[in-house]
């Protein structure tokens, strides 16, 4: 019964590969969003989605692509990756008005 | 760039102590949370405190908050072990839709 959840949690994979994270959350929330936590913690939010329609994009390559099939799920596409990729990315969810977000346990992504 | 700043950066204490560690951030908000990182895990949201508030508590936690400032600090009283983790603040702003900016955070060691 988990709220969120991200899978792979893991991800290990070679420069110019393509990955996918994909994310779930069965908490009846409208918005979804993906965040990205560097080797220093810092959280950097990238995409966020209101109800399958893309809300926030912020400056992010355009090898990252996301997409939302329905309000509960939001996966995260990512080509030719890159060293600078690896971290943890984290997806997250709220119910629009509210503010407070829900984290799912985070997919960390090392490019070799 | 970077909305909230923790500081202190890292923190450790006893068991029983109290822990304090404040945020400050530069434009106007619409309200602040604080969010909680177990090691290797997502964020937990702990308490959001809204741009008309000063105070607000929750269990052991005290939250204030100094819009003239622009500043909240985060108190934990009788801290435990199981308190270690790295503490987060984060502000909505009016014209973010909902886009939180997060600081890097305060990495509390509470030993027993």
């Known amino acids: 019964d988990t709220a969120v959840s991200q899978t792979p949690k893991y991800l290990v994979t070679q420069m110019g590969n393509d990955k996918s994270i994909k994310c779930e959350q069965n908490?009846?929330?409208?918005?979804m969003y993906w965040y990205k936590q560097d080797s220093k913690k810092f959280l950097k939010i990238m995409f966020s989605?209101?109800?399958?329609?893309?809300?926030i994009n912020e400056t992010v390559p355009n090898r990252f692509s996301p997409k939302s099939p329905d309000k509960a799920h939001l996966n995260l596409h990512i080509n030719s990756l890159e060293l600078g990729d690896s971290a943890v990315y984290f997806c997250a969810s709220s119910r629009q008005g509210t503010g407070e977000l829900f984290f799912g346990e985070g997919s960390r992504l090392t490019v070799l | 760039s970077q909305q909230g700043e923790e500081d202190p950066q890292a923190l450790s204490i006893q068991e029983g102590e109290n822990a304090t560690m404040n945020c400050s951030y530069k434009t106007s908000i619409n309200n602040l949370q604080w969010y909680r990182q177990n090691s290797g895990r997502g964020l937990v949201h702990l308490i959001l405190?809204?741009?008309?508030?000063r105070e607000k508590h929750s269990g052991r936690l005290r939250v204030t908050l100094d819009t003239s400032k622009k500043s909240s600090s985060l108190l934990i009283t009788a801290s435990r072990a199981a308190d270690t983790a790295s503490y987060f603040c984060?502000?909505?702003?009016?014209?973010?839709?909902?886009?939180?900016?997060f600081g890097a955070g305060t990495q509390v060691v509470v030993t027993p």
């Open positions: 989605y209101n109800n399958k329609e893309l809300i």
């Open positions: 405190i809204r741009s008309n508030e």
């Open positions: 984060a502000t909505d702003r009016p014209d973010s839709w909902g886009k939180l900016q």
């Open positions: 908490l009846g929330h409208d918005t």
